[in-house]
């Protein structure tokens, strides 16, 4: 259950981290249209707006007395001026610049994208690469972007305007803001608010995808979690929290001996660079395959065991600011950089009572198949049903419950406060045992719950195999996505258009 968490909203803290971590488009700068988007003459002498230019001619001047100076000697030549200067001027025009599967990105998306990112890397201080380097990399970002948002729809995940108002509510509340004075906070960063609100629907989309594609196969077994435990009592009880940059040369899936030779040379030549003293940010941001390529290859401050194993092989002897050897990964090639590394305290001290409950629910999903009023009316069916006794919870689950806890007659177990997200926590409170709630909604689709029990735990052994389970399940999870990510731009069409 712990996979119902809603990583994105909980993470949040302020709102330039979640700007810098989504990419958020602000507002199109012509001057980078034209930049990429050059127009041939023979374009702009067809483009030039003769048309308009001749219309007040053919129309009576009566019809349109206010114009009628124009019509005058005098005002004739000031009128064809603009025209002749507009035929001599470049123009953005929009046109295709990739193709992906059945749909394209154009190369006015790729421009208002490329204003976004070069503003948001000035406002990091991160070193901006070449033109024509960044544009490369951001068209692989959008490729991933738009075959990813292709699979949700064929999946039916959808996220729908309340849903997301509800996210942008939450984004809010954990900026200590009320909607207006977030609104207002966006538009002083120079963000456009429907421009925002739109990468949220997008990341909520790529997130739920996510949930299902690779998060929902992720197992952790006993035996890793013994493993896990006795690495941390050898370790003393000491936590460290580690800041990592990486660069990640990827590696095509199913790649043949020539591409792993390319691919390693590449990665040889940056991390040439980056010994003769390259910027490390500047150079992920140029070569670096990473999703968090533009934001200059920095994961952030993380608990070093919730990091891949490889990661903290190939830092455990670095000084801070030191640049680590090409690490071999399933995804690629991998150069990183120790940016700081803190000692995080025993996390386990002192642990306080908490409340578990004991929670069982059946889940209808919501696709291309079954509309969010579909699953309400069949859930209330089932309620009905329940109030009236003739059936019981766990036969209702077997039978029609989309969750992989259906064999088990929708029991979740024992829950943690913070184990679910946050709709489906709210209404789990409020029921007594026994109780069955009415039809609620969560961002996995609509939900009947009933709690069985409830009962104070004080975080001992129970609770600290949960939390080491969790930890692995993370790490997996980021190791496991970056290959899933890998695949989808690896099975994607991609055809690119050159105007030249």
């Known amino acids: 259950m712990r996979n119902m968490r809603t990583p994105l909203l909980a993470k949040t803290k302020t709102v330039t981290a979640l700007l810098c971590m989504l990419g958020v488009i602000g507002n199109a700068q012509a001057q980078f249209a034209t930049t990429i988007i050059p127009v041939a003459p023979s374009e702009m002498e067809q483009q030039a707006p003769a048309k308009p230019a001749a219309a007040p001619a053919a129309k009576p001047a009566a019809t349109r007395p206010a114009a009628a100076p124009m019509a005058t000697p005098p005002a004739a030549a000031p009128a064809r001026a603009p025209a002749a200067r507009a035929s001599q001027e470049p123009r953005p025009v929009d046109s295709i610049m990739v193709v992906v599967n059945n749909e394209v990105i154009t190369r006015q998306e790729v421009a208002e994208r490329l204003a976004s990112v070069e503003q948001r890397m000035a406002a990091q201080n991160v070193q901006v690469p070449p033109r024509n380097q960044l544009v490369r990399q951001l068209v692989e970002r959008m490729i991933v972007e738009r075959a990813q948002a292709q699979m949700a729809k064929e999946s039916g995940i959808v996220v729908d305007d309340a849903m997301l108002d509800r996210a942008m509510q939450r984004i809010a509340e954990q900026n200590k803001m009320s909607m207006p004075e977030f609104r207002a906070r966006l538009e002083k960063e120079g963000m456009v608010y429907a421009t925002f609100r739109e990468e949220i629907r997008r990341e909520i ?92 290859g920095d994961l952030g401050w993380r608990p070093a065991e919730r990091l891949p194993q490889l990661f903290l092989d190939g830092v455990s002897q670095l000084q801070e600011g030191q640049v680590s050897a090409i690490l071999k990964s399933g995804n690629g090639f991998h150069i990183l950089k120790l940016v700081g590394r803190r000692a995080a305290g025993n996390q386990q001290a002192a642990a306080p009572a908490v409340q578990q409950t004991h929670v069982r629910h059946i889940l209808i999903k919501v696709n291309q198949v079954v509309t969010a009023a579909d699953a309400k009316r069949k859930l209330a069916e089932l309620k009905e049903r329940l109030d009236h006794g003739s059936a019981t919870f766990e036969e209702l689950a077997k039978l029609y419950s989309n969750d992989l806890s259906a064999a088990k007659g929708g029991d979740l177990g024992w829950v943690y406060p913070g184990d679910t997200v946050p709709e489906f926590e709210r209404a789990m409170d409020q029921l007594k045992p026994g109780e069955v709630s009415q039809p609620i909604e969560s961002p996995f689709g609509f939900h009947l719950i009933q709690v069985v029990e409830r009962k104070t735990d004080d975080a001992s052994k129970e609770r600290t195999r949960q939390a080491a389970r969790q930890a692995i399940r993370e790490r997996k999870i980021e190791e496991a996505t970056e290959d899933w990510m890998r695949q989808i731009r690896d099975r994607a069409y991609v055809e690119y258009r050159n105007d030249d």
Request: net charge negative; aromatic share 4%; hydrophobic share 35%.
């Open 205 to 296: 989309l790529s997130q739920r995808l996510r949930e299902r594609e690779v998060d929902n196969k992720v197992t952790v077994t006993e035996s890793e979690i013994d493993n896990y435990l006795a690495a941390e009592a050898n370790a003393g009880g000491e936590h460290q929290e580690l800041d990592i940059a990486q660069i990640l040369i990827r590696v095509p899936e199913n790649a043949s001996p020539e591409q792993l030779a390319a691919r390693r040379e590449r990665a040889e030549d940056v991390l040439r660079q980056l010994k003769t003293g390259a910027d490390f940010a500047k150079t992920a941001a140029t070569y670096s395959d990473a999703t968090d390529a533009l934001t200059g």
